[in-house]
């Protein structure tokens, strides 16, 4: 019984791999016939109160520096190294920051189960000599093991204190028996897993969403109400979805208007995250997203700018930057010296 | 030239059809080919500063009660007499309080133009003996014209002061040459109207998203924060278009989930509106609507609590009420001791 069992490896371990650990770890012990009880958690190992990062969250249970306050189940186990966490897993779940999965997964290229499945947790879309991939392919093409993405309303502190909320798995076509595998692994009664057979809609959600948060939060600067903030969010959502439709294969639109990957992770990253409050900031203060960042955002990135930024490149390789005016003029506004009561002007 | 013009009449002058009197003067001088400049706006007389408000109006271009501050262009001209004010006109916007909607069409019978198109601006459904029926249906089947429907995220007060919008017609099937004179009533740069082949769509959107309102109301007293929120407004969106779907023929998925008359309004009345509001001191006083009501919203009626009761009425006559979770949780909560922190316990 114990060879049949899927063991869980978690790479990443931020304040949303931290929540996620939380809600893994104890369904690992909900379904004990499914899963090893045993979780191994990549940690990239720091100094904190001079200890070692590992060391604090193995003693205390708790990820004093990215999760504090909240109790990890004792089964979530941080190590230093991700070959060491993947080994003998058949479940791996990336959720680092984009940057660092190419230089991960190289490192766990030939070290992984061959029998192993991945699931991304990343938002952000890699942009690189005029293409443009979702991170769940970076992630199959380099560990070549399929790989899933989840993504939905999901802001890491409500969920590690078990308020309710949804998220969205995306699987691979024809790929729903292992979706469900990781629909155990996640949901709870409060944190309800939804599943599409969509990886790329997922994915672009998750990503092209912090670009529309700007425009909305650019409203929020502007003080023009809520009309205004619920028409930019809505012609964002088109945009999102055309754009997901022009570009990749398979999308569906259903994923863009109805499931919490989709419209409600837009909601709330339009009403309460770090995009929305810099672009505010942004059209009342004048001063630039690189200062904004820095002022505002104590260390975290701020991805929705970014995002605009390689959005726009894309589009300009292809020509096809008009058929995306909101994005267009979150850009222009952004980066361009762009009017921001402008834009609205050309939508 | 002059009898090919379409004349146009406004059925009903409170904060909404002001605001909508204000936009459809301005674009009756915008295309003096095709309008005649002046409108006529039926005013239920009252007297305001002891003056009679018809004549205020005429006087101040300004409706001194319910949209003060905002100047009227000067074609627009109050009269007392919903008869009078459609005398001659073609192109009939309603926009009453739903209670008066049966009674103003019956005195409104038999002197309309033989040629006149209507279209409702009315929020709300009749529930009667069993049976659901949108304002739209009412309106024509007592006044024999066809009638289309208006609604979207729009604040009045906003619309009004011309800040950015979006708005949408629903129009009945094959009717969309009618459907684009409308389109020229209302549309301008800051109030961009969409058009949809769905009347009953875009009617109960304008309904429904009252109940779905409630709920999110309901989170927000509960202090359950943003994830939770954006999942009961993804999940009452479902079940909004669900209940349009199983219960009228002919309406579109893409109303409720693309149009401003769908996820836009939804949006701005779960963050914005009243029934938000009194749900969420619903949960913290543990008064009952009726009080919060009279309490809180100075005089106006409260829409939401309202049509959640007919809704469940209309269900349960049917035996589906269980087919429904959250509009079910919202009445359970609202009328019948409900436990609110068990919102989403059966979704």
Not at 89 to 109: G, M, N, R, T, Y
Not at 139 to 164: M, P, R, T, W, Y
Request: proline share 3%.
């Amino acid at each position: 019984m114990s060879a049949q069992r899927h063991k869980l490896a978690i790479i990443g371990s931020g304040n949303w791999g931290s929540a996620i650990a939380k809600i893994a770890g104890k369904n690992m012990r909900r379904y004990p016939d499914l899963f090893e009880e045993q979780v191994k958690m990549y940690v990239h190992e720091e100094t904190v109160e001079g200890q070692p990062l590992t060391k604090l969250i193995n003693e205390r249970h708790e990820n004093v520096k990215y999760l504090p306050g909240v109790k990890l189940p004792e089964n979530i186990v941080a190590v230093p190294s991700a070959v060491e966490a993947a080994k003998g897993a058949d479940l791996l779940i990336f959720v680092l920051p984009h940057q660092f999965i190419p230089s991960v997964c190289q490192e766990l290229k030939g070290h992984i189960s061959s029998d192993a499945r991945a699931i991304s947790m990343i938002k952000g879309v890699e942009v690189k000599n005029g293409n443009i991939r979702i991170f769940a392919d970076v992630i199959e093409e380099i560990l070549g093991c399929k790989c899933s993405a989840l993504s939905g309303a999901n802001i890491a502190n409500e969920v590690a204190q078990d308020k309710f909320s949804e998220t969205t798995i995306g699987y691979r076509e024809g790929d729903l028996a292992q979706a469900e595998v990781f629909h155990k692994v996640f949901d709870t009664p409060t944190f309800r897993v939804g599943m599409i057979e969509d990886v790329a809609g997922v994915s672009l959600c998750g990503a092209l969403k912090n670009v529309v948060a700007i425009a909305a939060g650019f409203t929020d600067g502007l003080g023009w109400g809520d009309n205004a903030k619920a028409a930019v969010m809505r012609i964002g959502l088109m945009e999102m979805k055309h754009f997901a439709e022009e570009f990749f294969d398979g999308v569906k639109p259903e994923t863009f208007t109805e499931t919490s990957a989709g419209i409600a992770d837009l909601i709330t990253t339009c009403f309460g995250g770090r995009n929305r409050k810099c672009a505010e900031a942004f059209v009342k203060t004048g001063k630039s997203f690189e200062t904004l960042e820095k002022e505002l955002l104590n260390g975290q990135k701020l991805q929705g700018s970014e995002t605009a930024r390689e959005i726009h490149n894309f589009l300009k390789a292809r020509g096809k930057v008009d058929d995306y005016p909101l994005f267009k003029a979150v850009h222009a506004i952004a980066f361009e010296g762009g009017i921001a009561k402008e834009l609205t002007s050309k939508l």
